[in-house]
Protein backbone atom coordinates (compact mmCIF):
# COMPACT_ATOMS: atom_id res chain seq x y z
CA UNK A 1 0.00 0.00 0.00
CA UNK A 2 1.63 3.25 -0.70
CA UNK A 3 0.38 6.24 1.33
CA UNK A 4 1.52 9.96 0.20
CA UNK A 5 1.95 11.89 3.13
CA UNK A 6 1.79 15.48 3.40
CA UNK A 7 1.89 19.04 5.27
CA UNK A 8 1.88 22.34 5.87
CA UNK A 9 0.86 23.26 1.89
CA UNK A 10 -0.54 27.04 2.46
CA UNK A 11 -2.39 27.13 -0.60
CA UNK A 12 -3.21 30.17 -1.48
CA UNK A 13 -0.42 31.92 0.33
CA UNK A 14 2.62 30.07 0.36
CA UNK A 15 1.82 28.74 -3.65
CA UNK A 16 -1.00 28.71 -5.87
CA UNK A 17 -1.15 25.44 -6.37
CA UNK A 18 0.22 21.87 -5.39
CA UNK A 19 3.71 20.65 -6.95
CA UNK A 20 4.28 18.50 -9.83
CA UNK A 21 6.37 15.91 -8.03
CA UNK A 22 3.91 15.75 -4.97
CA UNK A 23 1.10 15.67 -8.41
CA UNK A 24 2.78 12.92 -10.21
CA UNK A 25 3.33 10.69 -6.62
CA UNK A 26 -0.35 11.01 -5.89
CA UNK A 27 -1.29 9.93 -9.03
CA UNK A 28 0.00 5.82 -8.10
CA UNK A 29 -1.20 6.66 -4.07
CA UNK A 30 -3.60 4.05 -2.60
CA UNK A 31 -3.82 7.27 0.19
CA UNK A 32 -3.00 10.42 0.61
CA UNK A 33 -2.34 11.64 4.64
CA UNK A 34 -2.51 15.48 4.93
CA UNK A 35 -0.96 16.73 8.68
CA UNK A 36 -2.83 20.05 8.89
CA UNK A 37 -2.21 23.89 6.99
CA UNK A 38 -4.15 22.97 4.50
CA UNK A 39 -5.54 26.69 4.63
CA UNK A 40 -8.48 25.48 1.68
CA UNK A 41 -10.91 23.28 1.34
CA UNK A 42 -9.91 23.23 -2.32
CA UNK A 43 -6.95 21.07 -1.78
CA UNK A 44 -8.69 18.77 0.03
CA UNK A 45 -10.90 18.62 -3.06
CA UNK A 46 -7.70 18.05 -5.80
CA UNK A 47 -6.07 15.02 -4.11
CA UNK A 48 -9.50 13.43 -3.36
CA UNK A 49 -9.23 13.02 -7.05
CA UNK A 50 -6.00 10.54 -6.70
CA UNK A 51 -6.96 8.53 -3.57
CA UNK A 52 -9.13 8.87 -0.74
CA UNK A 53 -7.38 11.30 2.37
CA UNK A 54 -7.57 11.39 5.68
CA UNK A 55 -6.27 14.79 7.55
CA UNK A 56 -6.65 16.95 10.51
CA UNK A 57 -6.76 20.35 11.17
CA UNK A 58 -3.48 22.88 11.61
CA UNK A 59 -3.42 26.17 13.38
CA UNK A 60 -4.14 28.03 10.55
CA UNK A 61 -7.23 26.00 9.00
CA UNK A 62 -10.23 28.34 9.34
CA UNK A 63 -13.88 27.05 10.37
CA UNK A 64 -14.79 25.56 6.63
CA UNK A 65 -11.55 23.36 7.53
CA UNK A 66 -12.63 22.83 10.83
CA UNK A 67 -16.11 21.51 10.25
CA UNK A 68 -14.86 19.01 7.64
CA UNK A 69 -11.57 17.16 9.88
CA UNK A 70 -10.65 16.65 13.21
CA UNK A 71 -7.64 17.72 15.07
CA UNK A 72 -6.15 14.59 15.58
CA UNK A 73 -7.16 11.00 14.70
CA UNK A 74 -5.98 7.45 14.38
CA UNK A 75 -6.59 5.32 11.13
CA UNK A 76 -5.65 1.87 10.40
CA UNK A 77 -3.64 0.92 6.80
CA UNK A 78 -2.74 -2.56 5.97
CA UNK A 79 -3.41 -3.35 9.70
CA UNK A 80 -0.97 -0.82 10.71
CA UNK A 81 -2.45 2.13 12.88
CA UNK A 82 -1.41 5.48 12.18
CA UNK A 83 -1.89 8.50 14.48
CA UNK A 84 -2.30 11.98 12.27
CA UNK A 85 -1.94 15.31 14.12
CA UNK A 86 -0.67 18.64 13.23
CA UNK A 87 1.67 19.25 16.21
CA UNK A 88 1.04 22.65 17.34
CA UNK A 89 0.10 24.15 20.57
CA UNK A 90 2.05 25.85 23.67
CA UNK A 91 5.59 24.42 25.64
CA UNK A 92 7.67 21.31 24.23
CA UNK A 93 8.49 21.11 20.66
CA UNK A 94 6.62 19.65 18.15
CA UNK A 95 7.85 16.41 17.74
CA UNK A 96 6.69 16.16 21.86
CA UNK A 97 3.39 17.63 21.31
CA UNK A 98 2.78 14.99 18.47
CA UNK A 99 4.17 12.11 20.53
CA UNK A 100 1.95 12.77 23.87
CA UNK A 101 -1.08 13.82 21.72
CA UNK A 102 -1.27 9.49 20.91
CA UNK A 103 0.47 8.41 24.58
CA UNK A 104 -3.00 6.83 25.49
CA UNK A 105 -3.06 5.07 22.23
CA UNK A 106 -1.66 2.22 19.99
CA UNK A 107 -0.09 3.32 17.45
CA UNK A 108 2.63 1.91 14.98
CA UNK A 109 3.56 5.13 13.13
CA UNK A 110 2.56 9.30 13.92
CA UNK A 111 2.79 11.52 11.24
CA UNK A 112 3.02 15.10 12.05
CA UNK A 113 3.59 18.46 10.46
CA UNK A 114 3.78 22.53 11.70
CA UNK A 115 7.33 23.01 12.02
CA UNK A 116 8.20 22.48 8.11
CA UNK A 117 11.01 20.11 9.01
CA UNK A 118 11.23 16.83 7.50
CA UNK A 119 11.28 14.18 10.44
CA UNK A 120 12.17 10.31 9.99
CA UNK A 121 13.14 8.12 13.23
CA UNK A 122 11.75 5.94 15.68
CA UNK A 123 11.05 6.67 19.44
CA UNK A 124 10.86 2.94 20.77
CA UNK A 125 8.87 1.07 18.57
CA UNK A 126 6.73 4.69 17.21
CA UNK A 127 7.81 5.29 13.20
CA UNK A 128 7.44 9.39 13.46
CA UNK A 129 7.21 11.17 10.74
CA UNK A 130 6.85 15.04 9.59
CA UNK A 131 6.63 15.01 5.57
CA UNK A 132 7.87 18.37 5.86
CA UNK A 133 6.31 21.09 3.13
CA UNK A 134 5.83 20.79 -0.38
CA UNK A 135 5.22 24.49 -0.71
CA UNK A 136 7.28 26.16 2.15
CA UNK A 137 10.64 24.78 3.10
CA UNK A 138 11.70 27.69 5.38
CA UNK A 139 15.00 27.23 6.53
CA UNK A 140 15.50 23.88 5.09
CA UNK A 141 17.55 23.31 1.98
CA UNK A 142 14.70 21.77 0.01
CA UNK A 143 10.86 21.19 -0.50
CA UNK A 144 9.36 18.16 0.79
CA UNK A 145 6.59 15.24 1.07
CA UNK A 146 6.69 11.60 1.71
CA UNK A 147 5.89 8.46 0.99
CA UNK A 148 5.04 5.06 3.52
CA UNK A 149 4.86 1.79 1.95
CA UNK A 150 2.40 -0.17 4.40
CA UNK A 151 3.53 -3.69 3.58
CA UNK A 152 5.49 -6.17 5.44
CA UNK A 153 6.32 -3.33 7.58
CA UNK A 154 6.12 0.32 7.78
CA UNK A 155 8.42 1.87 5.34
CA UNK A 156 8.96 5.69 4.91
CA UNK A 157 11.07 7.88 3.27
CA UNK A 158 10.90 11.80 2.02
CA UNK A 159 10.93 13.01 -1.26
CA UNK A 160 13.39 16.55 -1.96
CA UNK A 161 13.10 18.85 -4.42
CA UNK A 162 14.10 22.05 -5.27
CA UNK A 163 11.58 23.97 -7.83
CA UNK A 164 8.53 25.38 -6.26
CA UNK A 165 5.24 24.99 -8.09
Known sequence: MKIVVISDTHIPKRSKQLPDELL???SS????????DWQTAQVLEELSTFAKVEGVVGNVDGPELTALLPFKKVIEANGYRIGIVHGHGK??????RAIDAFCEEEVDCIVFGHSHIPVLRYEQDILLFNPG??????RQKYFSFGIIHAG??????????SAKA
Open 29 to 36: ADLIIHAG
Open 24 to 26: EEA
Open 133 to 138: SPTDKR
Open 152 to 161: ESLVARHIFF
Open 91 to 96: GKTTEK
